[in-house]
């Protein structure tokens, strides 16, 4: 049995298959995980997000740590509750995890952290901190609920507390605003508009409930990943982990070069793979043959290896199959080209597409 | 809990046969398989005409989250495939007992199927699941 967030019993209470995921107990889907992808596309959905890690990092010396630890750069973030999108990485430039990393205040910030990774990630941050003027404490003390669609934010601003509803909704995209308790933040992880809301514990099934009883639709995991997977983003562990550095997973955009003398850990390792010359290609396919993309399937040039697939699957806004996958050095596949996938021994046809797949309920690919 | 009609016979792999009386039977998956799969986004029917051995993998749903094979329940020769499934992989959630059947065959050995599950030996599998 894994660890059971406090949503649990409102889980089970549901009707969820739930399913064992970084080491939680987890609902997959409701009853059905493609009425709940669309719901949040079209309207809005709820997530137990609660297995992810707060980890709030204060101290005169927290700004200066979190600029070596985060290959993004926390000096770029000036505004009191501007959020920011950052690799982890170890010496020789792997990701360790991909976590957001809140501005809170002078000399504090809060990082959400993946919840496999929630252990091993404590570890390296207190070893990495000693010597410093810093103070880490995990928040084990908070849920986290996020709220996702074209109407999460209407419908779910109610439900926050009074003093809460109106500065949530004043938020631009990726700030957030709350105290040591609550805290509402417009991001997510699905493509749509929405909140992820951190609150204690012993309130979110109150929450939670509200939620619901307002036609807010509960999502699993399962939703939560072709969600994802449409918007062209990330999972850890699947899309990159340790042994895979952020230029082969297309996360290049979050590595900050500037300034240069600004040493934050496994920018050697990075700079030494750049001058190597061309790492693989991190692209999206849209599979036009028949069948379904997955992990680890082969991409395929002319019948030879070009590529594998980190992550695939059905992508129901688009009733087609999708896939990001990974291209070894020196292929030169531009977007629109056909390619094969090796699926079950079967050479499919599909094509190259740029991510995102779908943002904001609206189709981003040429799917004809 | 889900559906075990009386009237068909069962794998252990999940998979459904009906006897059409005509000399051919009529596979699919159960209700519980369905619902263990997830939402079905994509379905493989076999060839008809293909000969087949018993507990060949010989066609394959794929619901949103990964591919099953499905196993001929018994050895014998694809006769018809449910070619509204290309279009409407959902039928198998939605009726797998009807709609949603996934091929018929001539079996090999006619009397092979009362070897099959009956539907008590078939629930008594599911409450030790």
Redesign the interface.
Known sequence: MGHRTPLFAEHQRLGA?IVPFGGWDMP??YG???EEHLAVRNRAGLFDVSHMRALDISGTGARDFLRRLLANDVARLREPGKALYSCMLNEAGGVLDDLIVYFRGPERYRLVVNAGTADQDLAWIETQAQGREVAIRPRTDLAMIAVQGPEARRLAAPRLPPDLREPALALAPFFGVGDEDWFVARTGYTGEDGFEILLPADQAAVLWQGLVTDGVVPCGL?ARD?LRLEAGMNLYGQDMDEDTSPLEAGLDWTLAWEPAERDFIGRAALEARRAAGGPGRFVGLLLTG???L?AHQRVLVEGRAAGIITSG??A?SLQR?IALARLAPGIALASGDPCEVDI?GKPTAARLVQPPFVRHGTIRIDLD | MSQVPSELRYTQDHEWARDNGDGTLTVGITDHAQEALGDLVFVEVPEPGREVAVGEACAVVESVKAASDIFSPLAGTVTEVNAALADAPERINEDPYGEGWIFKLVPADASAFAGLLDPDAYAALLDDE
Do not use: A, F, M
């Open positions: 298959r997959l889907h059905s995980q493609i399962g072709t028949r069948g379904v997955r699957g059905y129901p199959s079950r």
